[in-house]
């Protein structure tokens, strides 16, 4: 069974920029989350995707989009980079199966924007 | 809205040393509970989850009783090594929206 795993690994950005993360859920998990952990901070929730479709979303601006693709990966796009935006950001998927609402997490890409 | 608070860090304990990091909610419904672990440089590995009340979860040694009359799911040990020093996040979980809520985090380190 393959876990959650992201790429990149880490990232350097300049503020204004735009950054897509990627994201592939363990086999046989339909939804994935998207978290924002900064410094010293627990994550953040900033969006769910099942089924291809948003399914929640967090207190994060427009700028911060995502899409599911066929067969469950993910991608995080952020445009206008800020400062603000360095942080891990996590990627976790689960089975949406009667509220079970177990998730898995991926290493996280660490973004740094100067 | 429903929130998470759980103690500050760090927890600064001796090998073999008995462990509790407290961890209180407010949620409306029942959520489920869950603690997770994360240590340096990686992310967040499951411990344990409790989905109702008086459940308790337990996982590596690692214990936490879900009490919805005090609102509390406190992670304990009986004796803590030092390879559990990481970073603990207590969760909860709507069960509608099923996005994880997380306190804080508190780090613990062990020595031996």
């Known amino acids: 069974e393959t876990g959650v795993t992201q790429s990149p690994t880490h990232l350097i950005k300049t503020r204004g920029q735009q950054v897509t993360l990627r994201c592939s859920s363990q086999?046989?998990?339909?939804?994935v989350s998207w978290y924002q952990q900064a410094l010293g901070q627990g994550p953040q929730f900033i969006f769910q995707?099942?089924?291809?479709?948003?399914?929640g979303r967090g207190n994060f601006p427009p700028r911060f989009s995502g899409l599911q693709f066929p067969n469950y990966s993910s991608e995080l796009n952020v445009n206008a980079l800020e400062l603000d935006d360095s942080a891990l950001y996590l990627c976790?998927?689960?089975?949406?199966?009667?509220?079970?609402?177990?998730?898995?997490f991926g290493p996280g890409t660490r973004l740094t924007v100067t | 809205g429903n929130s998470v608070t759980q103690m500050e860090g760090p927890v600064t304990l001796s090998e073999e040393a008995f462990l509790t990091i407290n961890c209180t909610y407010t949620?409306?419904?029942?959520?489920?509970l869950f603690w997770y672990v994360q240590y340096p440089g990686e992310g967040l590995q499951l411990l344990l989850k409790?989905?109702?009340?008086?459940d308790k979860g337990s996982n590596k040694g690692f214990e936490a009783t879900y009490r919805k009359e005090t609102t509390s799911f406190h992670l304990e040990k009986g004796s803590v090594q030092v390879s559990d020093s990481a970073v603990y996040f207590c969760?909860?979980?709507?069960?509608?929206?099923?996005?994880?809520?997380f306190g804080t985090g508190t780090r613990l380190q062990v020595f031996p």
């Open positions: 995707y099942y089924r291809e479709e948003e399914n």
């Open positions: 969760a909860l979980s709507d069960r509608l929206t099923d996005k994880l809520i």
């Open positions: 976790a998927s689960s089975l949406n199966d009667a509220g079970l609402n177990e998730q898995y």
């Open positions: 086999s046989g998990h339909n939804t």
């Open positions: 949620a409306t419904g029942y959520p489920s």
């Open positions: 409790a989905t109702k009340a008086d």
